[in-house]
T-cell receptor, first 108, second 115 residues
Framework: AQRVTQPEKLLSVFKGAPVELKCNYS??????LFWYVQYSRQRLQLLLR??SRESIKGFTADLNKGETSFHLKKPFAQEEDSAMYYC??????????FGRGTSLIVHP | EAGVAQSPRYKIIEKRQSVAFWCNPI?????LYWYQQILGQGPKLLIQ????????DSQLPKDRFSAERLKGVDSTLKIQPAKLEDSAVYLC?????????????FGPGTRLTVT
């Protein structure tokens, strides 16, 4: 069965520090992975797709099939990055599975 | 482009009552999803529609939950009768048929409290 694991419920860093939000997945096929973000009092929105290999708001995520991971990284955190981050797996049949989320708090 | 709309935004009911949620996806989006998000957890897919057909409802508790998307546009999710454990945020999302790999667009959610 497919599964997404986000081991950290909460990640607390200071402004300017590097950030890495962990995501591990379990899926036997070829995965499509996403990061979604939910800022305070806003709706869930797409942040990154692994297939696009893009950098959004300074965040990047690399799919590591050997380690079945898709960690989200940013070299210098900003206060406005404080939010809930969800990793999501969309397998070939497109039935999505979300992780439980990591709350990122960036202190000034 | 207008986003995914949901109503009501909040609902409080007593257990054993019934409740219905409404979703209007982004215009032209063929795929519509209903999720349940319990506090402290990620969204869990309840049902996925493609146009007005069901793609997956394996995680929908069919003894009490039902959903329909009669004309392939708006959708309604119903709970009858509600239980305390149904307290959650119910999210609706949509995506274009040919671009599901580009991700989903979410509505603001309906927060349900069952007392």
């Amino acid at each position: 069965a497919q599964r997404v694991t986000q081991p950290e419920k909460l990640l607390s860093v200071f402004k300017g520090a590097p950030v890495e939000l962990k995501c591990n997945y379990s899926y036997s096929g070829s995965p499509e992975l996403f990061w979604y973000v939910q800022y305070s009092r806003q709706r869930l929105q797409l942040l990154l797709r692994h297939i696009s290999r893009e950098s959004i708001k300074g965040f990047t995520a690399d799919l590591n099939k050997g380690e079945t991971s898709f960690h989200l990284k940013k070299p210098f955190a900003q206060e406005e990055d404080s939010a809930m981050y969800y990793c999501a797996l969309m397998p070939g049949s497109y039935i999505p599975t979300f992780g439980r989320g990591t709350s990122l708090i960036v202190h000034p | 482009e207008a986003g995914v709309a949901q109503s009501p935004r909040y609902k409080i009911i007593e257990k054993r009552q019934s409740v219905a949620f409404w979703c209007n996806p982004i215009s032209g989006h063929a795929t519509l999803y209903w999720y349940q998000q319990i506090l402290g957890q990620g969204p869990k897919l309840l049902i996925q529609f493609q146009n007005n057909g069901v793609v997956d409802d394996s995680q929908l508790p069919k003894d009490r939950f039902s959903a329909e998307r009669l004309k392939g546009v708006d959708s309604t999710l119903k709970i009858q009768p509600a239980k305390l454990e149904d307290s959650a945020v119910y999210l609706c999302a949509s995506s274009p048929l040919q671009a599901q790999s580009r991700g989903q667009y979410f509505g603001p959610g309906t927060r349900l409290t069952v007392t």
